[in-house]
């Protein structure tokens, strides 16, 4: 069965500097995405950035980026110039196939990120 | 809707009373997933459906627990003879079938048994 492991339950980073948050994950499958969800205080949680496990390439969105090492099924965030709005509870997923079309998400359990100004 | 609506927003019941909550998602998202967060923890995954079928129920903590989704829309989470354990957030996310599809979270239900 998959897991996901986040080693460090809280976080914390001054405003405009970087933070890198970590995750390993076990499987035997070959093909799967890694996911990096945020959740507010209100709840709702936001897709922050993926990264297909067949790429080589590390996904970046704006300010996000992630290091995946394929062999070592880790799979870390990075946040550059780090903003208020940034703090939150960040998941990181693990999705597989288990069916046409149809995937399981497993997730970590979370690192509360703080923000200091 | 434009989003994925979860009601009600937060639920106070005493033990041994049934609840049941309910999850709209995105229109058109064949898929949806229930899962529950507990204080501290992460996401724990409850049961998922394909259209009004649920293939994998295997995250169902008890028979207590059960799940509906009728016209590939609508879901209810029906939580029978509540216990204090079951206090928790409750979250519903859709997503479209398909590779490139993410999942969509509501804002959760927060359940608290007394």
């Known amino acids: 069965a998959q897991t996901v492991t986040q080693s460090q339950p809280e976080m914390s980073v001054q405003e405009a500097e970087t933070v890198t948050l970590s995750c390993t994950y076990d499987?035997?499958?070959?093909?799967?995405?890694l996911f990096w969800y945020k959740q507010p205080p209100s709840r709702q949680m936001i897709l922050v950035i993926r990264?297909?496990?067949?790429?080589?390439q590390n996904a970046t969105e704006n300010r996000f980026s992630v290091n995946f090492q394929k062999a070592a099924k880790s799979f870390s965030l990075k946040i550059s110039d780090s903003q208020l709005g940034d703090a939150a509870m960040y998941f990181c997923a693990y999705r597989s196939r288990v069916g046409s079309g149809t995937y399981k998400y497993i997730f970590g359990t979370g690192t509360r990120l703080k923000v200091l100004a | 809707g434009a989003g994925v609506s979860q009601s009600p927003s937060n639920k106070v019941t005493e033990k041994g009373k049934d609840v049941e909550l309910r999850c709209d998602p995105i229109s058109g998202h064949t898929a949806l997933y229930w899962y529950r967060q507990s204080l501290g923890q992460g996401l724990e995954f409850l049961i998922y459906f394909q259209g009004n079928s649920a293939p994998d129920k295997s995250g169902l903590p008890s028979d207590r627990f059960s799940a509906e989704r009728t016209g590939g829309s609508v879901s209810t989470l029906t939580i029978q003879r509540t216990q204090q354990e079951d206090s928790a957030v409750y979250l519903c996310?859709?997503?479209?079938?398909?590779?490139?599809?993410?999942?969509?979270f509501g804002n959760g239900t927060r359940l608290t048994v007394t």
């Open positions: 990264q297909e496990a067949y790429k080589q």
């Open positions: 499987t035997s499958e070959s093909d799967y995405y």
């Open positions: 996310a859709s997503s479209l079938v398909g590779n490139n599809s993410p999942l969509h």
